[in-house]
């Protein structure tokens, strides 16, 4: 019997498993099979229009996965670059309007006037709040009540759209990539209305206010524009396999533009989300990411040459005396992940048991509240790409109060405050039903922390520049600067969440180009991950596919098996595995049509993928494994082979014969008709239509049957079979019994995690 579902497994059965075994084996005989034809053609008869056509075709189709990446890459800049350009206007429009064009936003309708000081609206006359715009004088009352207005109103049409449209457009979507990437199918989740409403939704959702980002989205949308591009080419729209290729460069890029990071984003994908990434993959990655951020690049959204607002440069050094600072924002960036996951998780708990019939109505509330208590302070109202710009930079190339040392004290207050208003509003937002991310939130409120320490610091460095402390530092000149603190804090705070390490060093590093702090950015990620796992494993990526009962197997499943299994024990495979009694299974030598239709159509509803072939019901001595939809697609024929013929129920047309409900159907070799075309890669039975036709009594499917599927005994170790399937991508693994080629059982990924989650469940 199938073990008994927990809440974490009972959405299992809604997802396809992909064989990466068997897809890629099609592919490689497809291949085989067009140089063989090339070979035929290029004998000295054949016409050479035809030898051309086949060298052609085949250098198109060497080609054509370059093709694809191109376009791919190309799309997400450009789709990054429109939504960059809307959420600034829709930010902005919160706070006011610009008298030369309802159209502009703040900066473009200031541009004349200096950068620096483009935020402040006093000197840009152009630029009307809403007080001025509406009632003609100063009035704090009505700009706040726009600021709200306009913040919920975004907010609320963006769940609106996301739920009557495209509900698979909300959240963040990186759960779900890790589960299509690992191996499973969601139907729609990378379709062209789900990145049409993930678009306009996401520029509507930051705009808003909540405390959400659009980095991790990117991901999301980059990858629902590698599958719209490559689903129009043959080549990937039959392949699962080349197809996931296509989905890891995309992400990739995704990563790419949202932090303007090619490298970083290449990193990003292989660190976290890529169960799978061959060297080919990582050339095409690194493609797609290059042309995305050259499209961006082109595109300029911010009109500054950078390709993200929060871009700086650093030509500063640090001092040995910090480490023990950057120790401390480390830990910083390890408890608040920690603390982000765990809280955020019952917040989607509560979220999914008594919210789900009120989505609109929860954005709109939550948004309500955080534009009412946001607008306050001055560094939480500000747009989080636009604050971390301000956060990152340098007092030596900027103005203000940041830099100010009579305004040291408030700023460290509000620095404080809006630190923890943020880490409040992203542990309520991050997972609403709206599209969201947690990786500039969670940078913001990193930045918010280390900036204030760096200020704390520089303030005692003011205050007493001759304590033992600030040996190293040099006589009148500055010695702390505050805006390290603040990229460090961003750095430790993303890898608290997400517990990525490698690529966020990386990103950080492309964001600044700073090569003198990739040690400080290395000492705060590894405590930063260090602390973080002690408070909870995985990121918040991993936690959520576990809440949200998503099927994602990869090797880090091991060290939990080994938890459940504990150092005394040996979890076999037979502990796991669907026992062969309660396995749905093939005889060799037939069964009528009738009873394997009612098989097939029994399987359909029980969601059973495929059968084990035996030689007999009685011994169970195991001959192969066969797909169900291969015979469905055998047996099944179109109208246009019935003519003149009156079919009755229950019969079954191949290749243009009429097959009774006795009719024997056999799945071994040396029967009387067989049919060939689905390891093929035929799309019917056609080819057979006036071939050798039988008399005889049975029809043979044996080419349908896979003879040598991956098998195990039931004593190996669970960890063994979780290696295999990570490694192999088999869709299913066949126990054979320890004296002989008797079927024991059959284990699935389904399996294996509804065991782990079940006794997680348990203990």
């Given at each position: ?34 140089w ?8 000295p ?39 960059s ?13 610009c ?9 473009f ?32 009352v ?25 509900p ?17 199918v ?17 520029a ?51 990563v ?11 990193l ?15 050339w ?6 290059l ?7 082109a ?57 789900g019939?009120?989505v609109?109505q ?16 001055r ?42 208003i ?10 609403c ?10 940078m913001?409120?990193?930045a ?12 005692l460095?003011?205050?007493h520049?001759?304590w ?9 000149t ?56 002690a ?83 009685h011994?169970?001595?195991?001959v ?8 469905v697609r ?8 019935i ?37 093929h ?6 080819h057979y ?14 080419e ?10 039931p004593?190996?170790s669970?960890e063994?079979a ?35 989650r ?6």
């Amino acid at each position: 019997m199938r073990q008994v579902e927990t809440k974490s497994t009972a959405r299992f059965d809604e997802f396809t498993t992909v064989d990466w075994m068997d897809d890629s084996a099609k592919e490689r005989r497809r291949q085989q099979a067009h140089w063989s034809q090339l070979r035929t053609h290029g004998l000295p008869s054949a016409s050479l229009t035809q030898y051309l056509m086949n060298w052609a075709y085949l250098a198109y189709d060497s080609m054509v996965s370059w093709i694809v990446v191109l376009l791919v890459g190309a799309l997400i800049g450009i789709n990054t670059a429109f939504i960059s350009i809307v959420t600034e206007w829709l930010s902005d429009a919160k706070l006011g309007v610009c008298s030369k064009g309802w159209w502009l936003n703040q900066k473009f309708c200031c541009w004349e006037y200096s950068p620096s000081s483009a935020s402040q609206p006093e000197v840009c006359p152009e630029w009307l709040e809403w007080d001025q715009a509406l009632i003609g004088t100063s009035a704090g009352v009505v700009r706040w009540l726009a600021f709200v207005a306009i913040g919920t109103l975004l907010a609320t049409v963006c769940a609106f759209l996301v739920r009557s449209y495209a509900p698979l457009a909300a959240g963040s979507g990186l759960p779900e990539i890790k589960a299509i990437l690992g191996g499973f199918v969601i139907r729609g989740f990378m379709g062209g209305w789900t990145l049409l409403m993930k678009s306009i939704g996401l520029a509507l959702a930051v705009a808003s206010g909540l405390s959400v980002g659009k980095e991790g989205p990117a991901v999301h949308m980059g990858c629902c524009v590698g599958n719209v591009v490559s689903r129009n080419f043959p080549k990937f729209r039959r392949s699962a396999a080349r197809q996931r290729e296509i989905v890891s460069a995309s992400a990739a890029a995704g990563v790419a533009v949202a932090f303007g990071a090619p490298i970083g984003g290449v990193l990003f994908s292989l660190e976290d989300l890529s169960s799978h990434f061959p060297r080919k993959t990582l050339w095409r990655s690194f493609f797609c990411a290059l042309i995305a951020t050259v499209s961006l690049q082109a595109m300029d959204p911010f009109w500054t040459g950078k390709l993200v607002m929060f871009q700086v440069t650093y030509d500063r050094d640090w001092h040995f005396f910090e480490t023990v600072f950057f120790v401390l924002i480390g830990a910083f960036g390890g408890v608040y992940g920690g603390l982000c996951i765990r809280l955020n998780l019952k917040v989607a708990a509560f979220r999914k048991r008594y919210l789900g019939s009120w989505v609109v109505q929860e954005v709109a509330a939550l948004a309500l509240l955080t534009t009412a208590v946001t607008y306050a302070n001055r560094f939480t109202r500000e747009d989080m790409g636009e604050l971390l710009a301000m956060l990152l930079q340098e007092c030596k190339d900027t103005r203000g109060m940041l830099c100010a040392p009579e305004s040291s004290r408030q700023v460290i207050w509000a620095l404080l405050w809006a630190t923890v208003i943020r880490v409040a509003g992203t542990i309520l937002a991050y997972g609403c039903r709206v599209p969201c991310g947690i990786f500039v939130p969670s940078m913001a409120i990193g930045a918010s922390f280390g900036r204030m320490l760096g200020a704390i610091i520089q303030s005692l460095h003011r205050a007493h520049p001759k304590w033992a402390l600030f040996a190293q530092c040099a006589p009148d000149t500055p010695c702390i600067t505050p805006a390290t603190y603040a990229f460090l804090g961003a750095a430790a705070a993303m890898c608290g969440v997400t517990k990525v390490t490698v690529a966020v060093v990386v990103i950080m590093y492309e964001l600044t180009g700073a090569l003198n702090f990739i040690v400080p950015t290395m000492i705060v990620v590894m405590v930063a991950r260090i602390i973080g796992d002690a408070i909870v494993e995985g990121g918040i990526s991993e936690q959520l596919i576990l809440l949200n009962g998503l099927p994602f197997l990869d090797e880090g499943e091991l060290d939990e098996m080994e938890s459940l299994a504990g150092s005394a024990s040996h979890l076999a495979v037979a502990a796991v595995m669907r026992p062969a009694d309660d396995l749905q299974v093939l005889a060799a030598g037939g069964l009528p049509y009738a009873e394997l239709q009612s098989l097939v159509e029994s399987a359909a509803r029980d969601s059973v993928r495929g059968f084990p072939v035996v030689d007999n019901q009685h011994d169970m001595r195991l001959v192969g494994y066969v797909l169900r939809d291969a015979i469905v697609r055998a047996l099944a024929v179109p109208q246009a082979h019935i003519t003149g013929q009156s079919a009755a129920a229950g019969t079954a047309f191949v290749g243009g014969e009429m097959y009774g409900p006795r009719q024997q159907v056999v799945f071994s070799s040396g029967h009387s008709y067989s049919l060939l075309g689905s390891l093929h890669g035929l799309e019917s039975v056609d080819h057979y239509v006036g071939q050798s036709r039988s008399t005889g009594p049975s029809v043979n499917l044996a080419e349908l049957v896979n003879s040598s599927p991956v098998t195990v005994r039931p004593q190996m170790s669970v960890e063994t079979a979780v290696e295999i399937f990570c490694k192999l991508g088999p869709r299913v693994i066949l126990v054979t019994s320890e004296d002989g080629g008797y079927l024991a059982g059959l284990l699935t990924r389904k399996d294996v995690l509804r065991h782990i989650r079940g006794q997680s469940h348990a203990q």
